[in-house]
T-cell receptor, first 112, second 109 residues
Framework: DADVTQTPRNRITKTGKRIMLECSQT?????MYWYRQDPGLGLRLIYY???????NKGEISDGYSVSRQAQAKFSLSLESAIPNQTALYFC???????????FGPGTRLTVL | QKEVEQDPGPLSVPEGAIVSLNCTYSNSAFQYFMWYRQYSRKGPELLMYTYSSGNKEDGRFTAQVDKSSKYISLFIRDSQPSDSATYLC?????????FGKGITLSVRP
């Protein structure tokens, strides 16, 4: 969905490096989410934010941190990347009171 | 046991076939149920969405939910090569979704 953008789209990095993945949305939604997708494991929730001051851990938050800089921006950081964080990362948004989530195009991250 | 289990696939069918995709869930707190479609190198997009038990139809697609059995299905009639994608079931509560692992469908011309 063009209304949810993610940068970078692809990134290769080395073990121990700090990485930030960024998500921006023009939908005006208050709720934002970060997922990772792995073959055979599906989509798993890392962190979610219901508004700028509300951030919550998801199913697999260890090794990750997030920052909600504004309603439209939600960043995911890997403080010290490790190879098992190699995955496809998706940002999603939703409106308050509605359940549909709109996904960005994804960031393919490879940690060597 | 994962809260949402989905048949792993992959699944390959000839064009025109009826496709049945299935998931089961274990958490009675789930209130709404969705099917997402994901094309290669794209983000998931919502295909079907339902709150209640029963059937919901949209064109060639029918979503079916049986809350008593904790079972959800997606049927695709007259399948087309353009339906080739990964299909993800999702169950939701409190504005959070729990996804199945996804099944990759290939429709052969």
């Amino acid at each position: 969905d063009a209304d949810v953008t993610q940068t970078p789209r692809n990134r290769i990095t080395k073990t121990g490096k700090r990485i930030m993945l960024e998500c921006s949305q023009t939908k005006g939604h208050d709720r934002m989410y970060w997922y990772r997708q792995d073959p055979g494991l599906g989509l798993r929730l890392i962190y979610y934010s219901f508004d700028v001051k509300d951030i919550n851990k998801g199913e697999i938050s260890d090794g990750y941190s997030v920052s909600r800089q504004a309603q439209a921006k939600f960043s995911l950081s890997l403080e010290s990347a490790i190879p098992n964080q190699t995955a496809l990362y998706f940002c999603a948004t939703s409106e308050i009171g509605l359940s549909e989530q709109f996904f960005g195009p994804g960031t393919r991250l490879t940690v060597l | 046991q994962k809260e949402v289990e989905q048949d792993p696939g992959p699944l390959s069918v000839p064009e025109g076939a009826i496709v049945s995709l299935n998931c089961t869930y274990s958490n009675s707190a789930f209130q709404y149920f969705m099917w997402y479609r994901q094309y290669s190198r794209k983000g998931p997009e919502l295909l079907m969405y339902t709150y209640s038990s029963g059937n919901k139809e949209d064109g060639r697609f029918t979503a079916q939910v049986d809350k008593s059995s904790k079972y959800i299905s997606l049927f695709i009639r007259d399948s087309q090569p353009s339906d080739s994608a990964t299909y993800l079931c999702a169950c939701g509560a409190n504005s959070k979704l729990t996804f199945g692992k996804g099944i990759t469908l290939s429709v052969r011309p």
